[in-house]
């Protein structure tokens, strides 16, 4: 795919901030950062993409579908738009925006999910933080489950402020724990000890261990939506998903279209 890059700075003066506390939870929790969490997550996502989607659908059994559906009705943009699948991993995203009637294509850090990425749709390897993207290119962005998984999530925000048009659109969805009940209790054993157990049978067992822990890299829903406000975003909102499984952040670029 050739793409246009003119500039990478963050939109309407947005600087980029450090997000207070989450590096320290990553230390405290023995996780890297930086550039050698970039190096992990790109090899780690490059071993697991041959069977990335058959543990996907086991260790959420099926729901994973639904949630995305959920997403893309979310971003709300008319048939025909132009969107690009961030972090698109192996297309299921991909396919469902075709099925809209959108003009989406991807990119994502790892060339191992790009190579088992059978949706058919136009593909580049980038760094969530440095798109190769012309300024206010897109008319909406989707992204699932990567937030934890970007080096410096405020600098992914920017740029999402920077390639989407104004008026267009985003929609994210990632993990969240339930906030009480049995329902959270459930999802802790399932989440730390289930899943580890699926991924370490069916494809790489340390990947599956890291995955549960990478949640301490997401900051809380404040923060999110000030990082959001920050790259030039309005009317941001986070939605909880069944009981609070997954959460999904919606938010339209501000300015006139």
């Known amino acids: 795919m050739s793409c246009a890059a003119t500039g990478t700075g963050p939109p309407d003066g947005a600087d980029s901030p450090v997000v207070p506390g989450t590096a320290a939870r990553a230390l405290d929790a023995g996780l890297p950062t930086g550039d050698e969490k970039t190096a992990v997550v790109r090899s780690m996502f490059d071993t697991i993409a041959p069977r ?8 959420t059994l099926g729901l994973d579908q639904r ?6 009705r979310a971003l709300g943009l008319p048939a025909g738009s132009v969107v690009l699948d961030l972090a698109c991993g192996t297309g299921d995203f991909l396919r469902m925006l075709a099925d809209a009637g959108h003009r989406p294509f991807g990119v994502d850090l790892s060339w191992g999910m790009l190579a088992h ?8 390897e980038a760094d969530g933080a440095a798109l190769p993207l012309a300024n206010a290119s897109v008319d909406g962005i989707i992204c699932g489950y990567a937030l934890r998984n970007f080096t410096e999530l405020a600098a992914v925000f920017s740029e999402l402020g920077r390639v989407v048009r104004p ?10 724990e339930p906030e009480r009940g049995p329902l959270r209790s459930g999802h802790r054993v ?48 986070r939605r909880a998903l069944t009981g ?14």
């Open 52 to 59: 990335y989607d058959l543990v996907n659908r086991t260790m």
């Open 167 to 176: 008026g267009g659109r985003i929609s994210l969805l990632e993990v969240a």
């Open 190 to 237: 399932w989440f730390r000890r289930v899943v580890p157990l699926i991924g370490g049978l069916l494809s790489d067992r340390s990947a599956y261990r890291y995955l549960p822990r990478s949640t301490v890299y997401l900051p809380g829903t404040d923060q999110l939506r000030s990082m959001l406000d920050r790259a030039g975003f309005s009317t941001v909102n």
């Open 244 to 257: 609070g499984l997954c959460q999904l952040l919606t938010a339209t670029r501000r300015g006139l279209p």
């Open 117 to 124: 990425n059978h949706a058919g749709r136009p593909l580049a």
């Open 67 to 72: 949630w995305r559906r959920h997403t893309l």
